[in-house]
């Protein structure tokens, strides 16, 4: 978390960062990137996405990052 807060704290204040929010590192980056200040863009890959998440904790992270996005994009690569 510290290295993508120092890369963050790096750019300008208008970041707009591109995450699936899976459990990890995409959270991680996602969670800071708004405490930074900038705005995310959720790419869902699709639509039965949640159920992939096994670990409630990072089902419940999901869903409120996906909450808190500006904008959520939901792919339908289904099957693909």
């Given at each position: 978390a510290a290295a993508i807060r120092r890369q963050l704290a790096s750019l300008n204040s208008n970041v707009n960062g591109l995450c699936c929010l899976a459990a990890g590192g995409a959270q991680v980056f996602a969670a800071e990137l708004l405490a930074s200040g900038g705005t995310l863009t959720a790419?869902?890959?699709?639509?039965?996405?949640?159920?992939?998440?096994?670990?409630?904790?990072?089902?419940?992270?999901?869903?409120?990052l996906r909450r808190r996005a500006t904008t959520v994009v939901e792919l339908d690569l289904k099957g693909k």
């Open positions: 790419v869902i890959p699709r639509s039965d996405y949640e159920s992939f998440f096994t670990d409630s904790s990072n089902l419940a992270k999901f869903q409120d």
